[in-house]
Structure formats: structure tokens, C-alpha cells
């Protein structure tokens, strides 16, 4: 009975993240999506799971109206399949809107993690934006600045600056006496981020729905800067919309984090660190192959299962076979393992050859001459 | 043996100011000014008392080399004879550099007094760029503008507050926990209108000494400046000089305030208005013409004699003899007041004519068009 209950997509993981959203006022995002629903495997398998004010981007859509969209990076280190799924979900809006906005934290990088400015842009142009334009993304859609060189948003977290006071900023971000004060601004410039969509260049409002893609670790930040858009009343922002994803898993069962590579698969990793890292990666199976075969795998818990969800099998009837057929202890972790090896394989080397022009294209629209 | 101790610019408060100078580490300006001295009567004069580093202007002065100087303006009501001396002391220092700067500070006023950028920069505009130059200063030695709108100093503030923390703030400013973020960065902004003549517009290194002309109240911000320069170890700036003035005193004895119009002389003040004020100012004369006549004046504490002292008498010998005259108690009060009423009048007379042309210059300054 108890297989029953469990669907290839309503996961222990999932459940424990529906707890936290409800703490934090998160809605469900399926209570909105309607039709919507079926245009995205982020949707249809919960990974995407929560939202605030989605509604207006639901309606945007569907009735073909202005909105933007605002995901930050902030590089460091190579990019993995974890960065991957950001630009999997911008390639879903940019079938919507041409107004995709991709700030470099360049700034919070100086004053937070002590990155020197050229350091900063190298890593974005070599590893992230040739990437982000590799793996899908149409440079006339997406609007990729560094903030340190972006008058707009300098000019409007300034100005914002004025609506959020110290005590507000050590409550939501934990700073200390001895912080940085570039540090303390640093929040402000990521709500300036969010908010100067809605902002012609002279700063004069244009208001318009904005959604904001983002780990349910960032709500705080997205709460702030809903709070300070209605208290600058004078620019008439609609408080931004959020969605939230749940994470992947690293390959050895924790975190994902570019400074541990044995825990995720870079998007420049070859045939053989592919093979060494998915032949090592955390699974859901039995400790013998005869307790596999009779009580069957716990795909909930294989990081090589979520590699399927997530990512390498988008067809629905496909993967719950596969859940199914690993439950029933019929498919054996080995199996899994290879054919997922040999489809990140075949998508790495794919995306090698798409970077090599997608760098050209990075370095132009670093200079902003695309 | 009293009278004769005391000179015409040896004045008790001159003595108080010593006082406190010494506490905070500032050195009497007249060990360095060497033939200076005799250049400016706010040097011979002890209105000028104290300074930092000043031997570098004194050198660059004396062998032509390049220097700059920043004097901010935080434009607030009306411009009076307070403001005047600021004005005076640039006149002296564009004989030697066209290297000034003058920060208007609209992000402050909007942070700390929440002032409109357009109503800072109205102000700015007729009342004070427009009095600067029919004062006398040179359109051409200038760089007037307005912070919020001048790149280079803004992202140099963002990079240099890097450079300090809140503690730091707090200790300085008296920060709270409701201090708006933006108040607790205008310090910075300021910082960096200070450093800023020592960087390219690309903010590479130029260093050269540069001049900071402040009141002894201002110098806890000029030793925040100094050592965020020597904490930016990477734009290799020298650390900046500053000189310590006096302040008049106000009409009626206390402070002299735009706020309270009858503590200053406007510099659009009418005759009547000017008659009104000066006939009513608090002199350091007797009670009783009689006792006047035997005991002599008091012109350390006439607010007249200051006028005379810091704008009205540039003649040294001059002053000294109405300085004895009023200790013999030869010269009323009286008399002083009619003279200097005259000349207040025909000197606003003389300035409101040359504001007519200066406010064209002023609205091209601030379009950059001069």
C-alpha cells in the first residue's frame, strides 16, 4: 500500500519543502498555474513547488501582456547541472517575454566574498553567460549586465537605500558590527535588481509584472524587496512575483557546490570524470542485488533518479516507468547509472560544440555590442 | 597690562579653538604657512586655526604643482555671510589650481532630510551656484555637481565602502538601529567626493594633494577619509589635508543659522532688512555711552567687529585701529553699526548685480554646458 501513496514527483523531499512554504506563507504554485501546468516539467513534478503572486505572470501569459523576468548569478566556480536548471526555466519564459533580465553580482562578489571585479567578469564571460547562450538561451531576449557597470541599478538602489534601515537589514541577513557597509548595501542593489524592470531609464515607473525564480532560501530577500517596493510608493511597482524550487541533490547525497566537484557534474566535465562521478553518485538501491530485487529500489532517495527528473528525461510516461520498474526491483541501479552516463554524455558533447559560438556572442554582449 | 595682552585676532574663542584642536590631533596652520601667511587674512587673522597635512598645499602652492581642492555644499535655506567665507576661501585657491570641486549634496539631503533631488537641485541652482560665481568664482576653475548625478564619485563610494564597517559608522555618526541605509552610506558619498580628484574617470590612480576646507566639527569625517585612503591601499591616494575655520557668530550672539533669519545677513537681503539686523546685533559695547567712554569696548564679543574682521575690513592696519579705538572706548557702537550697515549694502548692491549674469552661467553649470 504504502508504493501507492508515493507518485513519481510527491517525494518525502517535497513534502518536508511544502511544510517550510506554509511557515513562510508560501502558496502552492499548482493552485495557479492552470493550463500552465503541462508547459513545464518544473510544474508538472514539483520542482517547481511555491510561489507569491504568480497569478499576474499566469495571467501575463495568457493573455499575452508585458512582464519580466530577474534571475541574478553570482559566479563562482564552473557551472553544473544544478546552475543548469535556472536556464531551463528562463528558456520557459523567453517563450513569453523578450524582457529576461540577468544581473552579475559583481558588487555583492567585491564587497561579500572579496572577488576582485576582473575576476568576477572573466568567470561570467567564460564559464557562465557562454553557457547560459550555449544551452539555449536567445541573446535578443535577455538583458545580462554587470551590476557594477549598470548606472540603472546603481542609481535606483541609492535611492532605495532610503527605505530599509539597519535594523531591518541585520534581522533578515545576520550582519555584524564589524560588516562591510558595501556589504550591508549589497541586498539593496539585489532589490534594485528586481524592482528597475518596472523603471524606464530615467527612472520613471512603467509598471509591470516581474517574477523572480528562486530557491526557497532567497524568500527572505524577495520579501524585503516586496516591502520596499510598496513603501517607494513614489515608482508604483507591483510588488515582484516569486516561484521556488527545490534544489538538487549532490552526487554523494548532500549539497551540490562547484567547490566540491565530486558532488555535481560540470557542464565542461569529460567522458571520463562523467562516468567516474554517476558510477559513484548516491542511488536508491539495496545493498545486495538479490534485497534489490525483492524489496525494490527507494528512487526518492537516488540523486541518479533526480539526474532523470530533472533533467535527461523530459517525457512523463518514460520516468514513471522507470520509478515504477525501480520500485518493483525489476531495474537495477547499474542500468540506471548507464543510461544516464551515456545521456549527459551526448548532452555535454553537444553543448562543447554550441560553445564555441556562444562565446563570441558572450563576449559581445559583455561589451554590449549585441 | 589686560588690554595690551590681547590682540586684534588673539581673541578668547580663538583660544577655545586651539584647545580643542589640540585634542583631536590638529596642528596650528601658521607653523606651516610660511610667507602664506600673508596671502589671506583668514590666515593672518586666526579665522583659519588649524589643519592636517597642509605642508602639501603650502608646497604645491609655493612650486606650482598640481593640487585640488573639494568644499561640499548642503544647500538649506538661504545663502549668508557664513556661507560667503567658504566662497572666499576658494577664490584664494583658485589663484593657484582650477582644480575645484564642489559637491552639491542632494543624496544626502534626500537620505538624512528627506529633500527632493529637484528641490536640492532648485536651491542649488538660484541660490547658491548662482552666489558662488557672482561672488567671484571662476566658472572655469570649477567642478560644481550635483552627487546624484556624477558617476565617478557614486562608484567610487560603492567600492570604498568596502573600506569601513558599521561599527565604525556608528561610532562616528551616532548611527542607530532606525538609521536609514541610505544615511549611514552618505558619509561614504562624501568620502569619495574627497578622494575622487585623485582618480581618472576610469578611477585609476592620479594622486595629488588635495584640500579640504572645513570647521573644526567636520574633522572626525575628514579622519574617516583619511583612513579609508589608506585602507584602499589600491588607488594609491594621498591621504587628504584639511584646514580648520572658525565660524561667525550670529547676529544676536548664538549660532548663525539660515533657519533663523535673524541670526544672519542674507546675501539677497534689502537695505531695510540689512539696517533692521545690524542696528539690532549684539555688540560688545557698555551698557551706558558713559561707561562705554571709561571703560572701553569689548570687540571679542561684538558680532559687528566680526564682520569687520572676516568681510568688511580687508586692511589690516585699518582694523586695528577701529579694534583700538572700541577698547579706548573712543569709537560707539554706534558708529561701527552705520559702517558696517554702509558697507554690507553697497557690497549686496554690487553682488545683486553680478547675480543676474551668474545665473545664466549657474543653469549651464548644471546642464554641463559650461
Known amino acids: 500500500m504504502k508504493l501507492m501513496e508515493l507518485t513519481p514527483w510527491e517525494t518525502p523531499a517535497v513534502i518536508d519543502y511544502k511544510k517550510t512554504m506554509e511557515q513562510f506563507g508560501v502558496k502552492p504554485i499548482v493552485d495557479v498555474l492552470g493550463d500552465l501546468k503541462e508547459e513545464h516539467h518544473f510544474f508538472r513534478r514539483n520542482i517547481i513547488l511555491g510561489h507569491r503572486d504568480f497569478e499576474r505572470i499566469v495571467d501575463a501569459i495568457k493573455n499575452n501582456k508585458e512582464f519580466a523576468v530577474v534571475s541574478g548569478m553570482m559566479p563562482s566556480g564552473k557551472m553544473h547541472f544544478g546552475h543548469k536548471m535556472v536556464v531551463d ?59 557594477s557597470k549598470y548606472q540603472k541599478v546603481k542609481d535606483l538602489a541609492l535611492i532605495l537605500s532610503k527605505r530599509t534601515n539597519w535594523s531591518e537589514m541585520k534581522a533578515i541577513y545576520g550582519f555584524k558590527g564589524e560588516t562591510n557597509i558595501g556589504h550591508v548595501f549589497a541586498p539593496i542593489v539585489q532589490v534594485a535588481d528586481i524592482l528597475h524592470p518596472q523603471l524606464d531609464e530615467n527612472l520613471s515607473p512603467e509598471p509591470k509584472p516581474v517574477v523572480v525564480p528562486v530557491g526557497i532560501d532567497q524568500d527572505p530577500h524577495i520579501r524585503l524587496t516586496r516591502d520596499i517596493a510598496n513603501r517607494a510608493k513614489e515608482f508604483k511597482f507591483i510588488p515582484p512575483s516569486s516561484t521556488y524550487h527545490r534544489f538538487m541533490t549532490g552526487l554523494l547525497g548532500g549539497k551540490m557546490s562547484s567547490s566540491k566537484p565530486e558532488t555535481a557534474i560540470f557542464l565542461t566535465d569529460d567522458e571520463k570524470t562523467v562516468k567516474k562521478k554517476i558510477f559513484s553518485a548516491k542511488t536508491g ?32 510516461k518514460e520516468l514513471a516507468e522507470i520509478y515504477q520498474k525501480c520500485r518493483s526491483g525489476e531495474l537495477t541501479c547499474g542500468k540506471c547509472k548507464k543510461m544516464a552516463y551515456e545521456r549527459v554524455v551526448e548532452f555535454l558533447k553537444d553543448l562543447k560544440e554550441k560553445r564555441e559560438q556562444a562565446k563570441e556572442i558572450a563576449v559581445k554582449i559583455l561589451e554590449g555590442k549585441y
Not at 93 to 102: A, E, F, L, R, S
Not at 124 to 145: C, M, S, W
Not at 297 to 305: D, L
Open 89 to 147: 526555466l528562463l528558456k520557459f519564459y523567453q517563450k513569453y517575454t523578450d524582457n529576461i533580465n540577468i544581473p552579475i553580482a559583481d558588487l555583492e562578489a567585491y564587497w561579500a566574498r572579496n572577488m576582485s571585479f576582473e575576476t568576477t567578469k572573466e568567470l561570467a564571460l567564460n564559464e557562465y553567460i557562454t553557457n547560459y547562450i550555449a544551452l539555449g538561451l536567445d541573446p535578443e531576449k535577455i538583458n545580462v549586465y554587470l551590476q
Open 285 to 316: 538501491g539495496r545493498e545486495t542485488l538479490e534485497e534489490h530485487k525483492k524489496y525494490g529500489g527507494v528512487p526518492e532517495e537516488c540523486v541518479v533518479y533526480e539526474l532523470f527528473l530533472y533533467h535527461l528525461i523530459l517525457d512523463d
